[in-house]
Nanobody
Framework: QLQASGGGLVQAGGSLRLSCAASGYTSRNYDMAWFRQAPGKEREFVAAITWNSGSKYYADSVKGRVTISRDNAKNTVYLQMNSLKPEDTAVYYC????????????????WGQGTQVTVSS
């Protein structure tokens, strides 16, 4: 099971660090990703990281502002978000990659409840 946390209300230009903790299994052998979903919109890819942190992938909309990382000893994946914009407002989810394209939500499993990020202008 995956539990995302760290969301909150922040002003535009601010920062947040999201965490995704795995329980009941070890996530260190799996590529992981963050997605987000704003009200009335489809779930959108944000960032992904391979199991050994060897490769990282970012959506164009967040590139340069967001950094994904992981600590396999803690079974946790992080998303550091800087220079936040109102359009970053969404529920953020983490998930486990099952294969295929990293950008495709259909290639992930283990979706948790997510954590709300709200950016005020």
């Amino acid at each position: 099971q995956l539990q995302a946390s760290g969301g909150g209300l922040v002003q535009a230009g601010g920062s947040l660090r999201l965490s995704c903790a795995a329980s009941g299994y070890t996530s260190r052998n799996y590529d992981m990703a963050w997605f987000r979903q704003a009200p009335g919109k489809e779930r959108e890819f944000v960032a992904a990281i391979t199991w050994n942190s060897g490769s990282k992938y970012y959506a164009d909309s967040v590139k340069g502002r967001v950094t994904i990382s992981r600590d396999n000893a803690k079974n946790t994946v992080y998303l550091q978000m800087n220079s936040l914009k109102p359009e970053d407002t969404a529920v953020y989810y983490c998930a486990v990659f099952t294969g295929g394209r990293h950008y495709d939500a259909d290639n992930y499993t283990g979706w948790g409840q997510g954590t709300q990020v709200t950016v005020s202008s």
